[in-house]
């Protein structure tokens, strides 16, 4: 018995001794771990924002056998406070408590028992910087979380903002906090961030124009991964359940189901970016008008140069950070000459790959039916500039595709309501004003030769190839087409000779010099075309 106990008890001790010493080698192991970190983000900060005055720090390390407590600071040099007054450095403080693995006691006491190599708990720290921010939330570290770090180096882990609420003499502001989860692969600089914020709302308190902004059901989504050419690719998202704004007595406006999503993918044919905002039902002093996407987007994109150009707009980034009180921020973008050589290169190579610009879709809709526009523009090298204007052009636009699609049953629909809240017509006559004016509208539009009517839809269809323009189905040169437009164009705006010479033969007409004027009567006002066939 005292001899099984002897095993125990040094069994035990053994453990101990083993826990012990890992525990303390992995201690060394972050601490090697945090200052390559902090390297690599100041390399990326200088990749994308070069010599941008903006660094991450480890101010200090306090090293035990189960735990460190290390401090970060993020220092921005130079920042402008106020016109006329010097520029001052920015500090933002950060403390993180560490337990070393294998078996961190955060872990043990959740009953998670696999080995990993640290967990993190960290916090703003309060100074001059975030003060303010301190006494919104009455003390409290506005900004906080946790991390579990494993061997391989992937980290997960949760950051939580705290709830504020801000009353000034000109505008509230109230805050339900955030919560962001976050997962990192080391290996393939991959990173996944979802959060939701409950709500968001703002109250402006001018008495001549008072407002408010009421945000509810934020969510976040973010999958993001390292490219072949250090560029971030891949999908994030933003869903919001309802905007509402109220301006003065104006009736409010509310986005119900907004998302935005945007997506960057890499092929072999290069980049493709693609970006869609969509209100699933905009809704104007409680009545439903209509829902509204727009997508629009680019692919066949030269991935290094688009790497020059995001480069180039850090650079932008950095001298604006860099500018004082009062400056003209359009100062930021005048580009020095090495870096305006840059840019055309860049433009040169994405233009060399062919790349193609769209529109798909502008749609609006509602229970009436739907209205749609799609383009796509094929771009090419023009080559040399000191070759003929039009066979650059002929270059550069190889192809064009758009399609226009007018649901006149939406257009009344959307009209009627207008009438009855604008006009304070009854919803008969409104119904009745509105279909007038959709028909005037769609006989003018298709009596400009560039749409068609097709059932109760006023479609346009254009297409480009190859010098040639097909417009609704009828073919035509270039050339031929630029002269419709151009004639088109004057048509809309007479010259200024043309008027003044109206204007004299009408002031001889009152005068009455010639008898034949008094024997024309009037012109009653043209009636719509189509009318009498109605």
């Known amino acids: 018995m005292k001899k099984s106990l002897g095993v125990g008890v040094g069994v035990i001790v053994v453990a101990g001794v083993a826990w012990v010493g890992a525990s303390w080698y992995t201690g060394q192991r972050v601490e090697a771990v945090v200052r390559q970190g902090v390297d690599e983000g100041n390399a990326k900060i200088q990749t994308f924002m070069p010599n941008a005055k903006i660094k991450i720090a480890v101010d200090s390390i306090e090293r035990h056998v189960f735990s460190s407590d290390i401090q970060y600071s993020l220092t921005i040099q130079g920042v402008p406070v106020e016109e006329g007054k010097p520029v001052k450095d920015v500090a933002i403080l950060l403390h993180d408590h560490v337990e070393h693995g294998p078996f961190p006691l955060a872990r043990l006491k959740r009953g998670a028992l696999a080995p990993v190599m640290a967990t993190s708990a960290f916090e703003l720290v309060n100074n001059d910087t975030v003060k303010p921010w301190f006494e ?25 903002v705290q709830p504020l609420d801000m009353q000034r003499p000109d505008a509230d502001l109230k805050f339900s906090g955030m919560n962001l989860q976050v997962a990192v692969e080391y290996a393939t600089k991959a990173a996944k961030v979802s959060g939701t914020v409950d709500s968001v709302a703002m109250k402006i308190k001018d ?136 840019a055309l290169v860049a433009g040169k190579a994405l233009l060399a790959g062919n790349p193609t610009i769209f529109v798909d879709p502008v749609l609006i809709h509602n229970a009436k039916g739907e209205s749609r526009f799609n383009l796509s523009v094929d771009l090419g090298d023009p080559g040399a500039t000191d070759q003929p204007i039009d066979q650059m052009i002929t270059k550069l636009l190889r192809k064009v595709d758009a399609k226009l699609i007018v ?58 190839a190859d010098k040639v323009v097909d417009l ?43 008898p034949a004027d008094e024997a024309v009567p009037a012109a009653p006002a043209p009636a719509p075309r189509g009318g009498a066939r109605r």
Not at 278 to 289: E, F, H, K
Not at 424 to 437: M, N, P, S
Not at 484 to 490: E, G, P
């Open 407 to 464: 649901s006149t049953p939406m257009v009344n629909s959307i009209l009627a309501q207008q009438m009855q809240q604008q006009a304070g017509l009854d919803a008969a006559t409104a119904q009745k004003q509105a279909e007038a004016t959709t028909q005037a509208l769609a006989q003018m539009a298709v009596a400009t030769g560039y749409l068609s009517k097709d059932g109760d839809n006023v479609v346009g269809t254009l297409a480009y």
């Open 207 to 342: 008495p001549n124009a008072p407002g408010d902004v009421q945000i509810t059901g934020m969510s976040v989504n973010s999958d993001m991964h390292q490219g072949q050419v250090g560029l971030q690719v891949g999908t994030n998202q933003l869903a919001v359940k309802q905007i509402r704004v109220v301006h003065a007595d104006d009736p409010a406006i509310v986005l119900n189901n907004y998302t935005q999503n945007a997506e960057l993918t890499e092929g072999a044919t290069g980049l493709a970016v693609r970006a869609v905002y969509d209100v699933g039902m905009i809704n104007l002093g409680g009545q439903d008008i209509a829902g509204v996407r727009l997508g629009f987007g680019a692919r066949n994109l030269a991935a290094e140069a688009v790497k020059t150009l995001a480069e180039l707009y850090g650079n932008v980034l950095t001298r604006a950070m860099k500018q004082k009180a009062g400056e003209d921020p359009d100062q930021a973008f005048d580009l020095p000459p090495e870096e305006r050589q840059k």
């Open 136 to 160: 919104l939330t009455k003390g409290v570290a506005p900004f906080s979380g946790n991390a579990t770090v494993h061997y391989n180096r992937d980290v997960a882990g949760n950051m939580v």
């Open 472 to 514: 609704n189905g009828k073919k035509m040169p270039l050339d031929e087409f630029a002269m419709m437009v151009l004639s088109m164009t004057m048509g809309m705006h007479p010259s200024s000779d043309g008027m003044d010479e109206e204007d004299l033969d009408d002031g001889d007409a009152d005068e009455g010099d010639e």
